[in-house]
């Protein structure tokens, strides 16, 4: 059956005559027509970005952590370019949960966006505010709760490096989302075992996790030689982060495969996200590269139905946790051959086989 | 909404046109379909550099120098450059026919008086790179224009042949006395101030310089209008890197983002002492903890 499909199915690098991509998703209950959204602090709440592309075509826009009240962030300089990376420490900028509420949501909302709020704390009981705030408002796709902030009622020990404060968060802010708003915690990479957070979160109630967060990193200027942010270390994104995240979603994902992961972290092609999703992950954030490129979210998403069809899949889920299945050694032709990735064997997609593609 | 149709920044591939030497700095003439036309004095375009798959991520802004809306290539722009860093040294080894991934027309634009009044325009560097536009748009409103150039020495000029075919007067200063008085903008733009009895002074360049020359401008009673430059990463108002702060209407100071907000501010709402830090009365500061 696989042969048939190599012998007359699409081949990477072919672009014409792809079959259809069914480009669907769903975080928990959370259906979603594009596995690709953007990523919270890389689009605002989306306006920026509807100048270069129709937000209301991909999976949804992740709005800029939240807090309650206005916060004016720390000084600049507040970001250094890495090696296909970048350093930032904004400290959390934005006007605050009422300014958030009357002028950046309804706008999403009325543009015909998914808004997805990401919220953030410095304390359980600001994030329990903050998620009884956005209880009783309508139209919201979902609320990532971005955990990776200090605790400033345990001497600022970020409540996503201990599973416990972790879990707190989220016990209570699932306890006064509305039943029917999947909640994600967000994860930070900077862990032992990142596994063990996440079997937290999920415990606590989580319906889904977003991961990852930034990593924590320092640049120096060798000319002034000081820290090149005025907030001295800072949160590490981009394309130089991406293998670092892929291995937390295929972690995770193989000791919880059925709790729904939104994949982040240097995503900037449609191959790129295409890992995230063998990887495990439902959906994907495009973040950081959006700054290099405006209509990445949009771009991303077109490159990823291609990849996809060129690889045999006929749906986003087909290829969701693809790279975690068993051996399979009669697929492959001479048995031990190691098989480059741009030629590897499609998968043969259910469809196929039940309407005999291989005869 | 570009994509919509509607006004707006466009995202466009350029081509190379042009990359010439002026002193100590390069420009450079792209095409940029669509660009040109929107463009006003002031506004700045966000360059990708390095290529489609560069490890450079963050944009580059250049405010823009010239437009040629229309043209055997369509509308092409200038930009103007030091090579200073990895990014800049890719531009400058551009050739004829090389793509560009161009944002624009980004920020506001300069505000022109709604009379003729007279007009200093004021530049440090390559500062002065948006000013001829200005110029233009000034004179064309019938504002009389006086510019001041100022640089450390003469080849970190750009473009006194053009301010003197523009300028009712042009005033040079140089650190090094190599061109021009020796000294600093500042040292001399009273005397211009005051001879040209100014109602409004455009000012690019250094931080340090536009803070100077925004309160001179205030001392003397006339509007400052100033290009700052603070490092974006994106220059479309997601990154939240290129903050300052800025009095608004109300009174009330906000770190407010220089590429969506500005470039351009009135030099009398900008806190200069406070840049790269966050006033304490800035709405959402940090409260200050007592012991």
């Given at each position: 059956m696989t042969r048939a499909v190599i012998t007359h199915g699409p081949r990477p690098?072919?672009?014409?005559h792809l079959p259809e991509v069914d480009m669907r998703t769903s975080i928990a209950n959370l259906d979603l027509p594009s596995p690709v959204l953007t990523a919270s602090g890389c689009s605002a709440s989306g306006r920026e970005l509807d100048q270069f592309f129709d937000?209301?075509?991909?999976?949804?826009i992740v709005t800029k952590s939240i807090m309650m009240n206005a916060r004016s962030g720390r000084?600049?300089?507040r970001m250094a370019e890495t090696p296909s990376g970048m350093l930032n420490?904004?400290?959390?900028q934005g006007p605050g949960i009422d300014s958030f509420l009357d002028n950046d949501l309804p706008w999403l909302v009325a543009r015909g966006a998914r808004a997805v709020v990401s919220i953030a704390g410095g304390s359980v009981d600001e994030y329990t505010r903050l998620a009884s705030r956005l209880r009783?408002?309508?139209?919201?796709a979902a609320i990532e709760v971005?955990?990776?902030?200090?605790n400033v009622e345990s001497r600022?020990?970020?409540?996503?490096?201990?599973p416990l404060a972790a879990a707190e968060v989220i016990t209570s802010v699932r306890r006064n989302t509305a039943p029917g708003i999947p909640v994600l915690a967000k994860l930070s990479p900077?862990?032992?075992?990142i596994v063990a957070v996440a079997r937290a979160v999920v415990s606590a109630g989580a319906d889904g996790l977003s991961m990852i967060n930034t990593l924590l990193g320092m640049v120096i200027?060798?000319?002034?030689?000081?820290?090149?942010l005025a907030g001295v270390t800072g949160g590490l994104s981009g394309p130089a982060i991406r293998p670092v995240a892929v291995r937390c979603v295929y972690q995770v994902h193989a000791a919880l495969p059925h709790v729904p992961i939104l994949g982040m972290g240097g995503i900037r092609t449609g191959l790129d996200a295409l890992e995230f999703l063998l990887a495990g992950a439902s959906a994907v954030s495009v973040g950081t590269v959006t700054f290099n490129d405006p209509s990445a979210p949009a771009r991303v998403a077109r490159e990823l139905a291609v990849a996809l069809a060129e690889r045999g899949f006929d749906s986003v889920g087909a290829a969701?946790?693809?790279?975690?299945?068993?051996?399979e050694p009669h697929s492959?032709?001479?048995?031990a051959v190691a098989v480059h990735p741009e030629t590897a064997v499609p998968p043969v997609a259910d469809s196929e086989i039940a309407s005999g593609v291989e005869g | 909404m570009a994509w919509q149709g509607k006004p707006g920044p466009l995202q466009v591939t350029g081509e190379v046109l042009g990359l010439r030497r002026a002193g100590d700095y390069h420009v450079l003439t792209l095409t940029a379909p669509g660009i040109p036309e929107l463009t006003k004095p002031g506004h700045f375009v966000a360059l990708a550099v390095g290529?489609?798959?560069?490890?450079?991520?963050l944009r580059r802004a250049f405010s823009v120098h010239?437009?040629?809306?229309?043209g055997v290539y369509g509308g092409t722009l200038d930009i103007v450059f030091a090579a200073s860093g990895k990014g800049t040294e890719w531009l400058a080894k551009l050739h004829r026919s090389d793509t560009v991934d161009i944002v624009g027309p980004l920020g506001r634009p300069f505000a022109l008086p709604k009379t003729p009044v007279p007009c200093v325009l004021v530049a440090g560097g390559y500062g002065s790179a948006p000013m001829f536009m200005l110029a233009d748009a000034l004179r064309a409103r019938g504002c009389r224009v006086d510019v001041v150039l100022g640089a450390a020495t003469e080849s970190k000029l750009f473009g006194v042949l053009d301010a003197k075919r523009i300028a009712s007067t042009l005033t040079i200063t140089t650190d090094d006395g190599s061109?021009?008085?020796?000294?600093?903008v500042t040292d001399v733009l009273p005397g211009v101030l005051t001879r040209t009895d100014a109602d409004v002074v455009y000012a690019c360049g250094p931080m340090g310089m536009l803070s100077a020359v925004a309160k001179m401008a205030t001392a003397f009673g006339a509007y400052s209008q100033c290009a700052v430059e603070e490092s974006m990463?994106?220059?479309?108002?997601?990154?939240?890197?290129c903050v300052l702060p800025v009095i608004g209407d109300d009174g009330v100071t906000r770190m407010v983002r220089s590429c969506t907000d500005g470039p351009i501010f009135r030099g009398d709402r900008v806190r200069w002492d406070d840049v790269d830090t966050i006033p304490s009365?800035?709405?959402?500061a940090p409260v200050t903890k007592g012991h």
């Open positions: 690098g072919v672009t014409t937000i209301t075509q991909i999976g949804a000084p600049t300089p420490s904004i400290g959390l009783h408002v309508s139209d919201i971005n955990i990776s902030c200090p600022g020990q970020v409540f996503a490096c201990d900077d862990v032992t075992d200027d060798t000319d002034t030689m000081r820290p090149a969701v946790g693809y790279a975690h299945r068993l051996p492959m032709p001479g048995g | 290529g489609q798959s560069s490890s450079m991520l010239s437009v040629q809306s229309r061109l021009g008085e020796r000294g600093r990463a994106c220059g479309i108002g997601i990154c939240m890197t009365d800035a709405l959402g």
